[in-house]
């Protein structure tokens, strides 16, 4: 089992930035591609970023070139590094495997972008 906790969110302006943070109850060591996904009111959870210990990472085409997914094995932790950001990156985000453990979904830290 392991528990996800996301944090970091906020309300920003629009070419803003924030850093997300998730912390894992238990090593992410294992854990061969690690995600960030967001979901919008009234639209379907979507994956944004996925991070591999082995290949670069990738990215959703309406993110790539502003969102930077990192991960830090030895504090069990995966970041989001978001810039630039738009009214439409405005979701709740949260981590989890890629493909996701769906019983392992955290509570997720909200992100509004606005002016």
């Known amino acids: 089992q392991v528990q996800f906790v996301e944090s970091g969110g906020g309300l920003v302006q629009p070419g803003g930035s924030l850093r997300l943070s998730c912390a894992a109850s238990r090593s992410i060591f294992s854990i061969t591609v690690m995600g960030w996904y967001r979901q919008a009111p009234g639209k379907q959870r979507e994956l944004v970023a996925s991070d591999t210990r082995r290949d670069s990472p990738s990215y959703a085409d309406s993110v790539k070139g502003r969102f930077t997914i990192s991960r830090d094995n030895a504090k069990n932790t995966v970041y989001l590094q978001m810039n630039s950001l738009k009214p439409e990156d405005t979701a709740v985000y949260y981590c989890?495997?890629?493909?996701?453990?769906?019983?392992?979904w955290g509570q997720g830290t909200q992100v509004t972008v606005s002016s």
């Open positions: 989890n495997a890629n493909p996701p453990w769906n019983n392992y």
